[in-house]
């Protein structure tokens, strides 16, 4: 017997508000350029201190984001090549600690991305053009692995559903994805 709910047809793809990451990394940009200058001004021990490892906690920093990168991406891709839609309550269930995966190791890159920042700039500042140029090279790096990784999530967040019952805790879950730091499913 073949199901008889389908989705609208001007809803056959989902359609997201601004994600929180957007007001996140204008404060985060505003936060890295104001704790940089608060240590170039200040020339605090922790600020000379930091200076002088900078260099290492940029490349600390890129290896926690490639390995979120990868594990959520690899966690994605299987559940997809798994399941092409979401039939029944199993495999929602299946994806939710998926998603919340995903949400937590984004606040997580979130850190890493502010760190990172920070250092990556008090290494080119502070190392030489060598340094600066393996800074600019790791960075595009993980620019090209955080694109790698998109196309994944946004096949997820398209993902079709058969119940209509589901499609409407899929939608939540999904928004709640995009817009909240903190699983609330």
């Not at 984004?106 to 140029?133: D, E, Q, R, W, Y």
Request: hydrophobic share 45%; proline share 4%; charged share 15%.
């Amino acid at each position: 017997m073949e199901n008889p709910y389908s989705p609208p047809k001007n809803m056959q793809i989902r359609v997201f508000k601004t994600p929180i990451i957007v007001p996140l990394s204008v404060i985060m940009v505003v936060a890295i350029y104001a704790g940089y200058v608060f240590f170039y001004v200040t020339n605090l021990e922790t600020g000379s201190y930091l200076k002088n490892i900078s260099f290492e906690v940029f490349l600390l920093c890129e290896v926690g984001i490639v390995s979120l990168l990868i594990y959520n991406k690899k966690q994605l891709d299987k559940f997809l090549s798994e399941h092409q839609s979401i039939q029944d309550r199993q495999v929602l269930e299946k994806l939710k600690p998926i998603v919340r995966t995903n949400m937590y190791s984004a606040l997580f890159n979130l850190f890493f991305l502010g760190l990172g920042s920070l250092t990556a700039i008090m290494s080119i500042l502070n190392h030489g053009l060598i340094k600066g140029v393996i800074v600019a090279i790791l960075s595009l790096v993980v620019m090209i692995l955080v694109k790698w990784y998109n196309s994944s999530e946004e096949q997820m967040k398209q993902i079709k559903c058969s119940c209509e019952d589901l499609d409407v805790e899929l939608n939540s879950m999904l928004q709640c994805w995009l817009h909240k730091p903190f699983p609330n499913f």
